[in-house]
């Protein structure tokens, strides 16, 4: 069996490790170097959101290159993703390709991802495979913990992509990781490497928040990289959604862990009672959290007919009058240009340093 899943940020990192040790072989689809390359555009409905037509690109390739069997989440609520599985299944085998679907139908029970995980190694051993998953569990607070540590390095790197290329290294050490005890070796290294990288700390910086849709806020190919061109024109960057945070809140591999989700629907409450689906309630609420914690602005990032998202970006816009705290929202899609978006995260940052300094800072300075 030769499985394939769609790319979602470094999801794809901490999984390989674990189905690796389950003697799994995966076959990992390229990404698109932009979203206007996307394989799967042409036979995705055209108003569905990017991440359906992104994991469809990536399905088609994996079955390109000899997978014979496609993993992904299934599950209900708000939100359409719950039947995307069901839809790129269709679309598939009437373009002709004839492979397995294994679909996890409630990601919110460890039961139903366990499941998932004996379904696709063929392994029985229940205490086998709960220790693999969290082992997944510890990749991806790795992953996380890495990202938290390039965006709090980038704004002060004295060479402009130093800590991207970092990352990138890192990235691959914590693949290579086979054990938690490997991992956490690794983790000591990445943090001495971090420590040791030529900064200058006297730089005057904003912290932004990144918000949105968790799709599109880790996936770096849809979103253009934003949090990276931010950290270079000398942006702390903190990101408001993480993977690891989403399966917690599921799962509760790391119980002692405040839950996101409850936190900001309290903060939510006056705009937001209830979930509108996907991320809107930790959009809301967070929104609220940052502003409170003082920081100088949100980015908020969306796919374009993301109805959860589209709901959030109007209460936000509300927040941000209330709070007075500049909230910018980037729509994706295919045909969003990154030029375009370029030009608009310059103004963007233009205006939070001369709102906080009183002047627009030479990153290089
Ligand atoms: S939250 Fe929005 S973008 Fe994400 S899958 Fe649902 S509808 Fe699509």
């Not at 510890?138 to 790197?157: K, S, V």
């Not at 100088?296 to 993301?306: A, E, N, S």
Request: charged content about 25%.
């Amino acid at each position: 069996m030769k499985i394939a899943f769609p790319h979602m940020g470094t999801l794809s990192i901490a999984f390989m490790g674990a189905l690796r040790n389950l003697n799994v072989e995966v076959v990992v689809p390229h990404r698109a170097a932009k979203n206007s390359d996307l394989l799967g555009l042409k036979h995705s409905p055209e108003f569905v959101c990017l991440p359906f037509k992104l994991n469809l690109g990536n399905f088609i390739e994996a079955l390109n290159n000899g997978a014979d069997t496609l993993v992904m989440i299934g599950g209900s609520g708000p939100c359409r993703l719950g039947y995307y599985s069901v839809v790129h299944e269709q679309i598939l085998q009437r373009l002709g390709y004839s492979f397995d679907f294994i679909r996890t139908d409630n990601p919110d029970q460890l039961k139903s991802i366990v499941q998932t995980m004996r379904e696709v190694s063929g392994v029985h051993s229940r205490i086998r495979l709960v220790r693999e998953f969290y082992f997944i569990m510890q990749r991806l607070d790795a992953l996380d913990r890495l990202d938290w540590m390039a965006h709090q390095t980038r704004p002060y790197e004295i060479e402009r992509g130093a800590v991207t290329r970092l990352r990138n290294t890192c990235i691959e050490l914590i693949d290579q990781s086979r054990n938690w005890s490997e991992l956490r070796r690794v983790m000591r290294a990445i943090k001495q490497k971090f420590q040791a990288l030529p900064q200058d700390t006297s730089r005057k910086i904003v912290r932004i928040a990144v918000l949105g849709e968790i799709f599109i806020v880790l996936e770096t190919v849809a979103n253009t990289h934003i949090e990276e061109k931010l950290g270079e024109m000398g942006a702390l960057i903190e990101r408001g959604v993480t993977i690891a945070n989403w399966f917690n809140e599921r799962v509760h591999y790391a119980p002692w862990r405040r839950n996101q989700t409850k936190r900001a629907k309290r903060l939510a409450q006056p705009y937001l009672k209830n979930n509108a689906g996907g991320e809107s309630l930790l959009s809301v609420g967070k929104t609220v959290e940052y502003a409170r914690r003082g920081f100088d602005g949100i980015v908020h990032l969306l796919p374009l007919t993301c109805m959860p998202e589209l709901i959030a970006q109007v209460i936000m816009d509300k927040i941000s009058r209330d709070y007075r705290i500049p909230v910018l929202h980037l729509s994706f899609d295919e045909h969003v240009t990154e030029m375009g978006y370029n030009t608009r995260l310059e103004a963007f940052m233009d205006m939070l340093q001369r709102k906080k300094f009183g002047r627009t800072i030479n990153r290089n300075k």
